[in-house]
C-alpha cells in the first residue's frame, strides 16, 4: 500500500510521532499551517469519515481531545481549529481519516471554519430534517 499515514503507522516512514497506541496514531503536519499543527489518524486505513466504526470515531476524537490538551499547556496556545476534510471535494489531500489540530494564536492570520465557503442565506430546511430523523432511526439509532 502506498498510503503515507499507513506507511507512517508501519514505521515505514518517518513521522514526529507524539502519541501511539494500538489503533491511533498522532504526529506533527509534515507542512504544519502553524506550530504544533497536528494529525491524529487511525492505524486502520480507512478513507473516509463515515467509514469509521463508532468505537473508532470516539477513540479517535477521545486521543485528539488529549493530544489537544498538551499543546494547549505546552504550546499556550489560547485556542484551535480543529478539522476534517473528508473526500477530494472537501480538499481531502490524503486518503485515509485524518483530523488536523491547529493551534491558534492572536494575530496569525486565520480564519474560522465560517470563512470556507461563501455566505448565503440558507434556511434550516424541515423536509430535510424529516428525511435525515428517518434515516437515523432506520439505522437503530
Known amino acids: 500500500m502506498n498510503c503515507p499515514f499507513c506507511r507512517i503507522a508501519q514505521g515505514e516512514l518517518f513521522a514526529h510521532l507524539i502519541y501511539a497506541d494500538d489503533l491511533v496514531l498522532a504526529f506533527l503536519d509534515a507542512a504544519p499551517m502553524a506550530p504544533g499543527h497536528t ?4 492505524r486502520a486505513h480507512v478513507e473516509r469519515f463515515t ?4 468505537e473508532q470515531a470516539g477513540h479517535l476524537f477521545a486521543v485528539a ?10 504550546l499556550e496556545a489560547p485556542g484551535f481549529t480543529v ?16 483530523l488536523h489540530l491547529i493551534p491558534r494564536f492572536p494575530g496569525d492570520g486565520g480564519k474560522s471554519l465560517h470563512s470556507l465557503l461563501p455566505y448565503k442565506r440558507w434556511r434550516p430546511d424541515p423536509e430535510l430534517a424529516s428525511r435525515l430523523r428517518a434515516r437515523l432511526s432506520a439505522q437503530g439509532s
Open 39 to 42: 494529525l491524529v489518524v487511525p
Open 51 to 54: 467509514e469509521l466504526s463508532e
Open 83 to 98: 478539522g476534517l476534510n473528508d473526500g477530494v471535494v472537501a480538499g481531502q489531500g490524503v486518503p485515509h481519516v485524518h
Open 65 to 74: 481531545v488529549r493530544v489537544g490538551r498538551a499543546l494547549k499547556e505546552v
